[in-house]
């Protein structure tokens, strides 16, 4: 019951964006501005990677704003330039290898709707995630949660999760 009241919230603002036929990535939907992500001198499909490294690992952030970059460009500097390198070697897996995988034959024409890290993708064409931040995918049918079977019958939801989740110790 709590997953399919958490799924119906966060579907609700996904089909009142889908209205116009232009689904938006990020929190500012009605922004189309591109920030740039420079890691270690390094600009090019940076921002693939900033989502997997870890803060610990940050050494200085900076922020700049000119008219090269209008749109801003944020200049990250890591303590140990050997984690960039490794990150950027890594296999990255895309969302349609995902799917492929883990979907059934007979289920291959329905409908996505993809969850990474309980965040809703809405744009979901360049999204990659390194092999070595991959954990593990659940795919659920919309048809087995009370909301959906009714709305949305024909929908599957790939919750892609790239970290385990935390173990608490009482």
């Known amino acids: 019951m709590k997953t399919a009241l958490i799924l119906m919230l966060l579907i609700a603002p996904i089909i009142a964006f889908a209205q116009d036929g232009i689904l938006r990535p990020g929190l500012h939907a009605l922004e189309s501005k ?3 992500f420079v890691v270690d001198s390094i600009a090019k499909d940076m921002d693939i990677y900033v989502d997997f490294i870890d803060p610990k690992d940050i050494e200085n952030v900076r922020r700049k704003k000119d008219l090269k970059y209008p749109d801003g460009v944020i200049f990250i500097t890591l303590k140990n330039h050997k984690k960039l390198t490794d990150l950027i070697n890594d296999r990255l897996i895309s969302l349609k290898e995902i799917a492929d995988v883990n979907i059934a034959m007979a289920d291959k024409k329905k409908p996505l709707l993809y969850i990474m890290d309980d965040k809703i993708l809405t ?6 995630i390194p092999s070595k ?3 593990k995918v659940d795919v659920i ?5 009370p909301y959906f079977k009714v709305a949305m019958p024909e929908l599957l939801i790939l919750k892609i999760i790239t970290k385990p989740e935390p173990i608490y110790l009482r």
Do not use: I, Q
């Not at 744009?123 to 990659?128: A, G, I, L």
């Not at 049918?141 to 949660?145: H, I, R, T």
């Open 133 to 135: 931040h991959f954990y």
């Open 123 to 128: 744009d979901t064409n360049r999204v990659r």
């Open 141 to 145: 049918k919309a048809s087995d949660l």
């Open 34 to 36: 591109k920030v740039t």
